[in-house]
Nanobody, 119 residues
Framework: EVQLVESGGGLVQAGGSLRLSCFASGFTFDDYAISWFRQAPGKEREGVSCISNSDGRIYYEDFVKGRFTISSDNAKNTVLLQMNSLKIEDTAVYYC????????????WGQGTQVTVSS
């Protein structure tokens, strides 16, 4: 059974940092890409970053470039999202999701982890 489990969310002050983890199981981790998405209250879900485990390619949306870093620990089937210089507008539920390649539709999603940035 394919499963994606996020952890690491929480409450942090603006300017602070959090590290999110996405643990994957039930499939060959190296063959897929893992993306992070987020959804803020009243807003549509948006992509944040993606890493392709097959070729190591990494993508970021412009609004997180220079602040967020995505990485993959293939030995642990885990993708990390290091989030620095957090802003109030980063407040959202963050989800990780699996796709064959970055940019293609995701077929499995985690349950999400809440990130709240306060002033």
């Amino acid at each position: 059974e394919v499963q994606l489990v996020e952890s690491g969310g929480g409450l942090v002050q603006a300017g602070g940092s959090l590290r999110l983890s996405c643990f994957a199981s039930g499939f060959t981790f190296d063959d897929y890409a893992i993306s992070w998405f987020r959804q803020a209250p009243g807003k549509e879900r948006e992509g944040v970053s993606c890493i392709s485990n097959s070729d190591g390619r990494i993508y970021y949306e412009d609004f997180v470039k220079g602040r967020f870093t995505i990485s993959s620990d293939n030995a642990k089937n885990t993708v990390l999202l290091q989030m620095n210089s957090l802003k109030i507008e980063d407040t959202a539920v963050y989800y990780c999701a699996r796709s064959v390649l970055c940019g293609l539709p995701s077929d499995y999603w985690g349950q999400g982890t809440q990130v709240t940035v306060s002033s």
